[in-house]
């Protein structure tokens, strides 16, 4: 039960965290939804230094389901790919590609990081290692 509860307050953190960072790059009516792209990146990259730091038991769940779990944006990806696809294929196509690629390369770059804050050399074998092993371990 503990890590039910972990997992929801965590979740209602990084969802409210998702909801002010969109809030705060939505200002002026920009016609492009960076909250979801700045939430996919920042969250895909705290992933993949939570992971890559070893964080083990409560913490990890609460951090990675819980308030990055909240913080990341897959459902507002799905519908804003949509509607951008709808306009324009295109534009919706770079969306997507984007998105993914910038997400696993800002997962790659942090999962690297080590004790001393070093990073491991050759990014794309991390973006290997972090498509091979997944980030639920």
């Given amino acids: 039960m503990t ?5 929801a307050a965590g979740g209602a953190l990084g969802s409210l965290a998702r909801y002010l960072l969109s809030l705060s790059l939505a200002r002026g009516g920009a016609a492009w939804p960076w909250g979801t792209p700045a939430a996919s990146l920042a969250g895909s990259a705290a992933i993949g230094l939570v992971a890559g730091l070893g964080v083990q038991g409560p913490m990890r769940l609460f951090l990675i389901p819980g308030v990055l779990g ?7 990806f799905i519908l ?3 509607l951008l696809w709808e306009r324009a294929p295109w534009v919706g196509a770079l969306y997507v590609a984007a998105s993914v690629g910038l997400g696993l390369a800002a ?9 001393g804050w070093g990073i491991k050399a050759g990014g794309l074998g991390l973006a ?3 498509l091979a092993h997944g980030v639920a371990r």
């Fill in 3 to 7: 890590g039910v509860l972990l997992v």
């Fill in 70 to 76: 909240g913080f990341t944006t897959f459902h507002a």
């Fill in 80 to 82: 804003e790919s949509a």
């Fill in 107 to 115: 997962f790659a770059l942090a999962h690297g990081v080590k004790a």
């Fill in 128 to 130: 290997a290692f972090a």
